[in-house]
């Protein structure tokens, strides 16, 4: 079955603190991972993707394809981080599943 | 290059009522996404569009859910009868069409809906 579990619903740091979103997925085939994120009062967009390797706004994702995840990191956590944030499997056929969502909330 | 669009941005209505919701994917964009995101709970597809033909509805609750998409560009998706568990934020996406192996998905701004 193809799945996409964010295990927390609510994440809360301190400004400065380290944060892990954590993402685990249910693929058979070669997976592709997204990172989209909602701000307060603004449209689901696209963060990172894995293939990207990149680090948007500090962030970062590792696909570890033992342990089937992709979590979200960042060292140092910004008030302006809190958001909404959606790990996505890409399956195929132009088709995206999305998990329940991880609400990030960064207390100063 | 301007996002895609839809209208209205809430909408209340009584149960059994009917209601329509449109979208304006972004210009080129040939595959188009109706998803329902109920509180609390990630996005999920209804129904995928690529040009002016379904993809995949088989989530669609086709005995009270329509949609269409006249001419591959702007989509309609309505309910009728709406049910109070309809009550969610309807999103419009779209995408390129893979091009390149880019299979971002781009996302309206949403519609609210509650049913009372």
């Known amino acids: 079955a193809q799945r996409v579990t964010q295990p927390e619903k609510l994440l809360s740091v301190f400004k400065g603190a380290p944060v892990e979103l954590k993402c685990n997925y249910s693929?058979?085939?070669?997976?592709?991972l997204f990172w989209y994120v909602q701000y307060s009062r603004q449209r689901l967009q696209l963060l990172l993707r894995h293939i990207s390797r990149e680090s948007i706004k500090g962030f970062t994702a590792d696909l570890n394809k033992g342990e089937t995840s992709f979590h979200l990191k960042k060292p140092f956590a910004q008030e302006e981080d809190s958001a909404m944030y959606y790990c996505?499997?890409?399956?195929?056929?132009?088709?995206?599943?999305f998990g329940a969502g991880t609400r990030l909330f960064v207390k100063a | 290059e301007a996002g895609v669009a839809q209208s209205p941005r809430y909408k209340i209505i009584e149960k059994r009522q009917s209601v329509a919701f449109w979208c304006n994917p972004i210009?080129?964009?040939?595959?188009l996404y109706w998803y329902q995101q109920i509180l609390g709970q990630g996005p999920k597809l209804l129904i995928q569009?690529?040009?002016?033909?379904?993809?995949?509805d088989s989530q669609l609750p086709k005995d009270r859910f329509s949609a269409e998409r006249l001419k591959g560009v702007d989509s309609t998706l309505k309910i009728q009868p709406a049910k109070l568990e309809d009550s969610a934020v309807y999103l419009c996406?779209?995408?390129?069409?893979?091009?390149?192996?880019?299979?971002?998905?781009?996302f309206g701004p949403g519609t609210r809906l509650l049913v009372l």
């Open positions: 996406a779209s995408m390129d069409g893979g091009r390149g192996g880019e299979v971002t998905q781009y």
């Open positions: 996505a499997l890409y399956t195929g056929g132009f088709k995206t599943i």
């Open positions: 569009f690529q040009n002016n033909g379904v993809v995949d």
């Open positions: 210009s080129g964009h040939a595959t």
């Open positions: 693929y058979s085939g070669s997976p592709e």
